[in-house]
């Protein structure tokens, strides 16, 4: 499934500073490291507010069994989304995502001979009549320091039906090269039942009903 998810856990950034020291010879005396070199190593929590998806730090991937033999893995590459961030009332925060399922891509080795990634479009996800995998937040519920579970509207084949992700705050920092604005990274993963949204084909055994979804995303405020 290309689309998915938008997820995200809304949580408080968490800023670390490791520092070691040798001690000195004692014939020398070693000039204390300036606490600027330090302080930035060290990123800054990300101020709550709007903040969308970065697609060129954000994957989605799903993961089926297939015959048995394997966990078939491809992606959806075109995929954007918005979340409401407030790391003091993370029960408020909120995410909606919108997958291209028209974007999807497999490794099939020769798309000249076979274009495989259309093939797995119109069979298994008719994206001729439902282009667009969408997510809706409705719930979040904090587990963790850095984790929550975010539930929302999973809407994929032209079913819409509720899902929850497991997620993980990664952290929150200021975007690199200096200047740019804050942004907030997290990983998410749910699984789901394809014949919940109406996709049955080839559910006989040769793939599996089973889909695990997995996302890594960053948003940026702009």
Not at 21 to 47: G, L
Not at 153 to 179: C, E, I, Q, S, Y
Not at 183 to 209: E, H, M
Request: glycine share 8%; hydrophobic share 40%.
């Amino acid at each position: 499934m290309r689309p998915v998810l938008p997820l995200i856990a809304p949580l408080a950034g968490i800023a670390v500073i490791a520092t070691a020291c040798s001690p000195a010879p004692k014939t020398a005396s070693q000039p204390a490291k300036p606490a600027a070199a330090a302080e930035a190593q060290a990123p800054n929590e990300a101020a709550a507010g709007a903040y969308f998806m970065d697609p060129a730090h954000t994957s989605v991937n799903f993961r089926i069994n297939h015959l048995g033999l394997s966990h078939y893995t491809a992606r959806f590459t075109k995929v954007s989304g918005e979340l409401t961030f407030d790391p003091a009332n993370p029960a408020a925060q909120s995410v909606t995502a919108m997958i291209d399922a028209t974007s999807l891509q497999t490794n099939y080795p020769d798309p000249a001979k076979l274009d495989f990634d259309s093939q797995v479009e119109k069979e298994f996800l008719d994206t001729a009549h439902f282009p667009q995998i969408t997510f809706k937040s409705t719930k979040v519920e904090v587990t963790g320091p850095k984790t929550a579970n975010i539930t929302g509207d999973l809407t994929l084949h032209g079913v819409t039906k509720p899902v929850t992700f497991d997620v993980v705050f990664n952290g929150a920092g200021r975007g690199l090269p200096p200047g740019f604005g804050p942004i907030a990274g997290f990983s998410a993963t749910t699984k789901i039942k394809r014949s919940d949204f109406g996709s049955d084909f080839l559910n006989n055994g040769i793939v599996g009903d089973e889909v695990t979804l997995i996302i890594e995303a960053e948003f940026d405020r702009k």
